[in-house]
């Protein structure tokens, strides 16, 4: 009896890590075939019900809604007025209104960018609206060249969902617009796409021929937030380092009420990519900015800056740093590791803090020479691997608190993710391209810590265990869906197995970036594909995850 006492004992130690992971399997759809190119997006709603939309190739919308007791309901496929193309276009948004299921995207339709808005009633399966709500200038033959040569940014839509409210604003970026003071225009629309406010942002004092679009943040049907970037080039003369701004659009307002941000890391010119976040419950606003700082060894560098804007608009910034991080990879692999750190996103806690998540992202160039004399030629590649996870959180005056290291390593060869990609999707989805969809991670915001998740080979459980070097993934059909819990304090936290396989051989993939958490239901619902299943036609699911 002692004896089996003590085996149940060691069998319960071994199995508690496995039972601490909150987050369960709830609900599993009939499969379906895996959709491998377009666009896909998740949304779950107030009353239960789950809505899927792939964006596919042949210019139409695949729709599937389930309802509250995950079974589904109906499948429809839809011809919007405006087709919805891959090449050029971008699905910007996805999500809930009080009308039904908005979902906006951009396309170039006849060379003219367009922002098309189609509204879905999950009711009756019937399209309530289909139109262009936005036009840009015709793109002209020789404009290729500006945008290819001359660094001239592509005319683009911005697009930023309060998911509390449902509001939203669009950034009209028309970078062909000749009048500096007409070259970003941002409307806000309430919860039942009813415009609010509308305006173009001004150059202060018409010192900066240049204003670029960095990023918005939509605060209910009171105001929406607007970074910008303010540059003069050599031949317009001028402050050459740049501005940086934050500029306010208040409900029925005509015009923007701008604040000037300090740059503290250098010359805001410099900057790649920004993230605008607004926090409920301190009033402040969050603007982290990103800027490369050149090459080391042949690999890109990185550098980033925080700066809050309190409710009174005073803005205070500093450089954001990843020590602490880096002294967990050092205390880990006992040797300098360098963590190459670029933030991904900025989440708001429910205790008024925020986190900030980190990603590796190692660019690598390489330059080789083939042929002799006159016939010599000149090859230059950059390939990506999108690397270690790190997250830093802070409490809501800004002071760092908890660390957290994931090693990771996914190569993406030659393509390269945009800068702060992970932010975006957060919105719109996910693109579907040879698998790559894959080899991203998600974070959900829940209990003190939140959960980090992501697709991995199985062996490099082991080499984390053993503080060696993980293995470099390529194959989509080698990985398997895993969670990290960050509740569990943990500075390096343990990796668990979230779907439970049938065979040896079986994998199971997570589409972690076209997923939706709903943090009323404490729900998560996912796509997942087994990639080595026989019958292609049935090797995907929608699955639905209880998180606590």
């Known amino acids: 009896m002692k004896k ?53 190739n042949h210019r139409s919308i695949d729709w599937k809604m389930y309802d509250a007791a995950h079974k589904l309901k109906f499948e429809k496929s839809i011809k919007p007025a405006t087709p919805y193309k891959m090449k050029g276009g971008e699905v910007l948004g996805v999500f809930e209104t009080t009308e039904g299921i908005t979902a906006i995207y951009s396309s170039y339709y006849h060379r003219v960018p367009t922002l098309n808005r189609i509204v879905l009633d999950p009711a009756t399966g019937e399209v309530k609206q289909d139109q262009v709500i936005a036009k840009l200038k015709r793109l002209r ?30 950034a009209q970026y028309n970078t062909f617009e000749s009048d500096r003071n007409r070259r970003i225009q941002v409307v806000h629309y309430n919860n039942s796409n009813k415009e609010i406010a509308r305006a173009y942002y001004q150059s202060p004092k018409n010192k900066y021929k240049y204003l670029e679009f960095l990023d918005l943040a939509t605060i209910g049907s009171k105001e929406v937030v607007v970074s910008v970037l303010g540059r003069n080039t050599v031949a317009s003369g001028g402050d050459r380092a740049g501005i940086l701004l934050m500029g306010s659009l208040k409900e029925g307002a005509k015009a923007f009420d701008m604040q000037k941000v300090n740059y503290n890391s250098g010359r805001p010119s410099k900057i790649k990519s920004a993230l605008t976040r607004y926090n409920p419950h301190t009033g402040d606003i969050y603007m982290l900015t990103l800027e490369t700082t050149g090459k080391k060894k042949n690999m890109t560098q990185f550098r980033s800056q925080l700066s809050i804007m309190d409710a009174d608009r005073k803005v205070n910034s500093r450089v954001v740093t990843t020590k602490k991080i880096q002294e967990l990879t050092k205390k880990h692999y006992k040797k300098d590791n360098v963590f190459l750190a670029v933030p991904q996103n900025l989440y708001i806690n429910k205790d008024g803090g925020f986190s900030i998540l980190f990603e590796e992202e190692r660019l690598v160039t390489t330059t080789s020479t083939s042929g002799t004399g006159s016939s010599m030629m000149t090859k230059v590649r950059t390939t990506c691997t999108m690397g270690d996870i790190g997250v830093q959180h802070y409490d809501k005056e800004g002071n760092e ?148």
């Open 4 to 56: 089996i006492t003590l085996l149940l004992a060691a069998f319960l130690c071994i199995q508690a890590p496995k039972a601490m992971a909150q987050m369960n399997v709830v609900a599993e759809s009939e499969t379906f075939q895996e959709y491998e190119s377009g666009h896909l997006k998740i949304v779950s709603l107030k009353n239960k019900e789950t809505a899927l939309l792939h964006f596919n």
């Open 141 to 170: 033959f020789f404009d290729g060249y500006a945008m290819a040569f001359g660094g001239v940014p592509l005319p683009e839509f911005f697009l930023n969902l309060d998911e509390e409210t449902g509001c939203y604003a669009v």
């Open 401 to 548: 608190q908890d660390v957290y290291y994931i090693p990771k390593s996914h190569y993406y060869g030659t393509l390269i993710p945009d800068y702060m990609y992970n932010a975006k999707v957060q919105q719109c989805g996910v693109r579907l391209s040879w698998g790559y969809q894959f080899k991203s991670f998600a974070y959900v915001p829940v209990g003190e810590r939140g959960y980090v998740l992501f697709n991995d080979i199985e062996r490099n459980a082991k080499k984390v265990e053993k503080k060696r070097e993980v293995s470099t993934v390529s194959a989509a059909g080698d990985l398997e869906a895993f969670v990290f819990d960050l509740n569990e304090q943990e500075a390096i936290p343990v990796r668990k197995q979230i779907f439970e396989e049938e065979g040896k051989n079986d994998r199971s993939l997570g589409l972690f970036n076209g997923s939706d958490y709903n943090a009323a239901q404490k729900l998560m619902t996912v796509v997942v594909t087994q990639p080595r299943k026989k019958d292609a036609r049935t090797n995907t699911k929608v699955v639905w995850l209880s998180v606590q």
